[in-house]
Nanobody
Framework: QVHLVESGGGLVQAGDSLRLSCAASGRPLSYVAMGWFRQAPGREREFVAAIGRGSGDTYYADFVKGRFSISRDNAKNTLYLQMNSLKPEDTAVYYC?????????????????WGQGTQVTVSS
């Protein structure tokens, strides 16, 4: 079992930066990839970024390329999402996710462990 706890969300202005963290506990060595998703009010949860645990390969949604960066510290069992040049449309609850399955990284169904989410609000 993998337990995920996000932190680092908050209220910022457009153009500001935030770094989200996701601490994994339990059996973090069992996961093969971790990712970030977000969900705005009235919208479906959408993929933001992912990283393979072994390879370190990274994957991004088109709307965050060049602005967001995903990274992980395996020694600390922590996942990060550095968000720069934030826009009001980035406002959402951001969720950390982990998967122990080799089914892909872009869909919510690819992941079998989720955090509780952290709110990010970007004002214009």
């Amino acid at each position: 079992q993998v337990h995920l706890v996000e932190s680092g969300g908050g209220l910022v202005q457009a153009g500001d930066s935030l770094r989200l963290s996701c601490a994994a506990s339990g059996r973090p060595l069992s996961y093969v990839a971790m990712g970030w998703f977000r969900q705005a009010p009235g919208r479906e949860r959408e993929f933001v970024a992912a990283i393979g645990r072994g390879s370190g390969d990274t994957y991004y949604a088109d709307f965050v390329k060049g602005r967001f960066s995903i990274s992980r510290d395996n020694a600390k069992n922590t996942l990060y999402l550095q968000m720069n040049s934030l826009k009001p449309e980035d406002t959402a609850v951001y969720y950390c996710a982990a998967t122990t399955r080799y089914t892909g990284v872009y869909r919510t169904n690819d992941y079998n462990h989720w955090g509780q989410g952290t709110q990010v609000t970007v004002s214009s």
